[in-house]
């Protein structure tokens, strides 16, 4: 009694004083004991259950009233006890933390239901917990969420109704559109990194010269604001203003604003599995554990604090505290779990950082690849997906950090790079950790809300018939990862320039010029009609909330093109455009899900070409001061079972773009791989200055290409036990200029490879003289005969870019007019 009668006398004696008062509420702050019971805590249960039934009571006479049932506080009784979180925890309940306290209690506030739970639950844990306690009522009540058979739970992190929908919602007509139009402004500011006073209601959206991937963020993140969903052929219309998507938004919301979201069930087979994604790539690992497509490693060079070993454990326990995904085990041959992998993740203080000191020349390899890969690979079920290889000399320090591809893909690299940088400006040693969500449920709860249409779309965009897109047709020959490499030509930045303001003039994106353009350079090259080149698309771009969130969330999807030789190809460009928005837009199915559309051929002999897109702005600097730099020196990632991969490594805000080629030595010679970069280039440059030709004039260009470009190797040997030949795989450091005037002329001599409009040509010998003229730059095959010169007075600077090692040299010289 000394429990229930302070709760149920103040409860009662609240109710009785205020009921002549119009209160706009009156919330009891009751326990989840009074719902789920505890034994030995009866009074208290009823206590609680007294103020839930009164919370009934006042509604039903017409007065304010709700009860929430809280579950474990992170407060009072449970922050000063040792052992009751834990027992807590091994019991199934959770607590909440004081941020999510408020924020439970705002929703409940918004929503004003009579009675609402709060709480962070295991019903796979309750469910064992009753019936070892043998509470047979409760199990009954609770049976539908933690049954492991047949039944479904309901996930926790379901979409609640949205405090700015609601607002919005509420607010008198003439003042919906002005609150709309601020989160379309903000949103657009946030998804394409804008400044948002340049946006205005006129403003055209093609006129921002935004990405396909850019535009899914924005749809995706204004739906989740809104629960509306911009058509993507309206925002990527060449007319469409901010106006537009305002007047969209307003007319739909006031359509739906009486209607709350819906609630969709998991199956809790799902609960902490793996995603699809993460599938594909168990899969690969289960077919060939020491494929080196399965790890990726990221180079950091660093100076003062960070040249220390142990400054580096320290923030690996950093690390390991913010990011969830860095601390899971990838438990095997668990039945009761959807693919039989289930997520398992460790406590901070339970993990030992994976840290391996290192001579410097067991980094400083020049092959993509390193000799000896065992240190590379991972035991996902033992081994957690990061480690740390450390290297020091008395002036240099590499920081090699190597990733297991089943938890990160190349935005979970970024998203480690950069929280490094955070943690070391950061003057706290407290970390925010990146909230904990169950990537899998919130997959599958979005994946079924559209999975009708995106079927639909998938068997309307499949082709009946694809022919095989491999360079030797149909001939047994199984890719081999240990037999690629790599070739890559540089654009000019002439050219590059040029592309950019074709692309603005024809409301394109870089991704639908090279997808389009390669897809007919495929199309030559296999004699073939129809083409199908896949692509990886990251799906953040579907889920604003986890764009901080490390995981192995990128999907492959294909992208089919009809050749048309009669097609113009400014045409060819803006409707590939529109399929590939729709691609995108429609990228949740898994692509195991999407090659079952293949009725008549084998998906191996389709799916062999893909693109990757490879911003460089990442690279470089990411922390500089006084006391510590951390700069981006490398980046190595790579899919060796395709026959090619046309990586695009682009900043055109610099004017910097490059095409790299990743081929099977198997399927392609090292001729053939150039030449079909060069026919790339030449493809941009014509579809630049010919937009209105055919695409059959593209065709012709490859008829009557002239270039043979040299091998940088007459004998091929399998990749990983390559030593001595340069490592083509593109990496990029900052810029500098060379001040020719104060250079040695004696000193700057060496081979380079030359290039042309063409691409890549031939290599050439390299070096500046001094005569009684004043001195020149000259090239020519040979030392002995260099034919060809310029004047160092004609030439502003020339700039130097190293690409792994290999220096590359552009020259920006005066053209005299006479």
Not at 295 to 314: H, I
Not at 800 to 815: A, D, F, K
């Amino acid at each position: 009694m000394d429990v229930l009668k302070p709760k149920v006398l103040g409860t009662w004696n609240l109710h009785l004083i205020s009921r002549k008062y119009p209160l706009d509420y009156f919330v009891m702050h009751s326990s989840m004991t009074s719902v789920m019971g505890n034994i030995g805590q009866s009074n208290y249960g009823a206590a609680n259950a007294f103020m839930d039934c009164l919370a009934h009571y006042r509604r039903l006479n017409g007065l304010s009233g709700q009860s929430i049932n809280w579950g474990p506080l992170d407060v009072g009784m449970l922050k000063d006890g040792e052992n009751i979180e834990e027992i807590f925890k091994k019991q199934g309940y959770f607590p909440l933390d004081v941020s999510d306290i408020i924020k439970c209690l705002q929703k409940s506030l918004h929503c004003n239901p009579i009675q609402v739970i709060f709480g962070q639950f295991d019903w796979n844990l309750i469910g064992k917990t009753m019936k070892m306690m043998k509470t047979d009522y409760a199990q009954h009540r609770f049976h539908d969420l933690y049954s492991q058979e047949k039944e479904t739970l309901q996930n926790a992190s379901n979409r609640a109704v949205n405090d700015e929908l609601i607002e919005i919602t509420e607010a008198p007509n003439h003042e919906r559109k002005e609150k709309i139009a601020k989160v379309v402004f903000r949103t657009a500011s946030e998804v394409f990194t804008i400044n948002i006073d340049i946006l205005q209601n006129e403003t055209l959206v093609q006129d921002l010269g935004i990405d396909s991937m850019q535009f899914m963020s924005f749809v995706n993140t204004i739906y989740d604001i809104t629960d509306v969903r911009i058509p993507t052929v309206i925002l990527m219309s060449d007319e469409t203003t901010f106006e537009n998507i305002i007047e969209i938004l307003n007319s739909e919301i006031s359509e739906q604003s009486h209607l709350m979201p819906t609630i969709s069930p998991v199956d809790i087979s799902i609960v902490n599995s793996i995603t699809p994604m993460e599938k594909m790539s168990y899969d690969a690992y289960l077919f060939n554990s020491e494929d080196p497509s399965l790890f990726s490693y990221a180079d950091l060079e660093v100076t003062g604090r960070l040249t220390n070993p142990d400054v580096w454990k320290y923030l690996f326990n950093k690390l390991h505290a913010k990011h969830k995904a860095l601390r899971t085990l990838f438990i095997p041959n668990q039945e009761e779990k959807r693919n039989g992998v289930r997520k398992h993740t460790m406590d901070p203080d339970e993990v030992t950082a994976d840290f391996i000191e290192v001579q410097m020349k067991v980094l400083d390899h020049a092959d993509k690849v390193p000799l000896d890969i065992k240190p590379y690979l991972f035991d996902p079920s033992k081994e957690l997906p990061l480690r740390i290889m450390f290297a020091r000399t008395t002036n240099k320090c590499i920081v090699r950090l190597v990733f297991n591809q089943l938890s990160f893909d190349l935005t979970s690299i970024w998203i480690t790079v950069r929280s490094i940088s955070d943690i070391v400006k950061s003057k706290s040693s407290d970390v925010h950790q990146i909230l904990d969500k169950d990537i899998a449920v919130l997959y599958e709860q979005k994946f079924q809300s559209q999975k009708d249409k995106i079927i639909r779309f998938w068997k309307h965009q499949t082709p009946a018939v694809v022919a095989p897109m491999s360079f030797k047709g149909i001939s047994g020959i199984k890719l081999n990862p240990n037999h690629f490499d790599f070739a890559r030509v540089s654009v000019d930045q002439t050219i590059a320039l040029q592309l950019t303001q074709f692309m603005k003039k024809q409301n394109l994106r870089l991704f639908d010029v090279v997808v389009s353009l390669y897809q007919i350079l495929l199309s030559v090259e296999l004699e073939i009609k129809t083409v199908s080149l896949f692509g990886t698309i990251d799906m953040r771009i579907h889920f604003p909330d986890l764009k901080e969130t490390i995981c192995r969330f990128t999907n492959p999807v294909p992208f089919y093109a009809n050749i048309d030789h009669t097609e113009d190809v400014s045409s060819f460009l803006g409707n590939n455009k529109l399929t590939i928005a729709g691609v995108i837009e429609n990228s949740l199915l898994p692509f195991d899900n999407i090659v079952k559309f293949l009725t008549n051929t084998n998906p191996v002999d389709v799916f062999r070409h893909q693109i990757i897109m490879e911003p460089i702005k990442e690279l470089g600097d990411y922390q500089e001061n006084t006391d510590t730099t951390v700069k981006v020196k490398r980046v190595s990632t790579g899919n060796y079972y395709n026959e090619t991969v046309l990586y695009v490594w682009h900043d055109l805000e610099k004017c910097q773009l490059e095409f790299e080629l990743g081929y099977s030595t198997l399927m392609l010679e090292d001729t053939r791989a150039r030449h079909i970069l060069n026919m790339l280039y030449q493809f941009v440059q014509h579809a630049i200055k010919h937009p209105d030709s055919t695409t059959e004039s593209l065709i012709n260009l490859t008829k009557i290409d002239s270039v043979h470009t040299k091998k940088l190797m007459t004998k091929r040997v399998p990749l990983v036990k390559r030593t001595d030949v340069m490592d083509n795989r593109t990496n990029y450091t900052n810029e500098e200029s060379i001040g020719l005037k104060d250079l040695n002329p004696h000193k700057v001599i060496g081979q380079f490879i030359k290039q042309t409009t063409h691409g890549w040509d031939h290599q050439v010998m390299l070096s500046i003289k001094e005569d009684e003229n004043g001195r020149s730059l000259n090239w020519g095959f040979q030392e002995k005969t260099m034919t060809k010169s310029l004047s160092i007075n004609a030439i502003e600077k020339v700039e130097t870019t190293e690409t792994n090692g290999e220096c590359q040299l552009q020259m920006i010289h005066r053209v005299l007019i006479q």
